[in-house]
């Protein structure tokens, strides 16, 4: 029988978003001002040839941030930072041979990494979970998912992430979000 772990309760959601607040209020902190211009249109009437001029008010529409997307939004950021410090690494004139290679090498792990979680993201929101979040390590993997499970579904979840990136079931660590905890 495999065995993979689920670690359920509020105290380690807790945790996540406390990790998550202090990210969000920082980049609202850091955030550059959204002042808005109204823009004029004009519209031409085909058939008496009379223009006419309309006032249009653009409309931000912006999606609910929930604790998962700040989360991702903010990796996302971390990731070409380090990507770009790699490429600039990589491919500096200046560098030993031995530390662009490495630099190279480096950055196309990271590359394959980042593949993976998004694939596995991805696979898991078409399964319905939406906002889960997966973290790969070298030997271990975490996914996150803001829904309560049953044991079914954390299993078909822990065999979708072995199929994927061959990593042994036991080193899969399962997070869910478990009321009365």
């Known amino acids: ?15 996540l978003l406390i990790i998550v607040m202090v990210i969000v209020a920082l980049v609202y902190i850091f955030r550059a001002d959204d002042g808005l211009n109204s823009d004029q249109e004009v519209t031409n ?9 309309v006032l249009v008010e653009p409309v931000t529409v912006r999606t609910i941030p929930t604790k998962f997307s700040e989360y991702k939004l903010e990796r996302e950021r971390m990731r070409s930072r380090q990507v770009e410090l790699l490429q600039n690494l990589a491919y500096d004139s200046n560098s030993e041979r031995e530390r662009k290679e490495q630099a190279q090498v480096d950055l196309q ?6 593949s993976r979680e998004t694939e596995i993201e991805n696979l898991l929101k078409a399964q319905g979970y939406l906002d889960a979040l997966v973290l790969l390590d070298q030997e271990a993997i975490t996914v996150v998912v803001p829904v309560t499970l049953v044991r079914e579904e954390a299993a078909r979840i822990g065999e979708l992430v072995h199929r994927l990136t061959g990593i042994r079931l036991e080193r899969i660590t399962i997070v869910d979000e478990t009321i009365g905890v």
């Open 45 to 53: 009437d085909g058939e008496s040839g009379f223009s006419q001029v």
């Open 1 to 15: 029988m495999a065995k993979f772990y689920v670690l359920r309760g509020r105290k380690v959601l807790w945790n």
């Open 109 to 114: 792990t990271f590359i394959e990494k980042i």
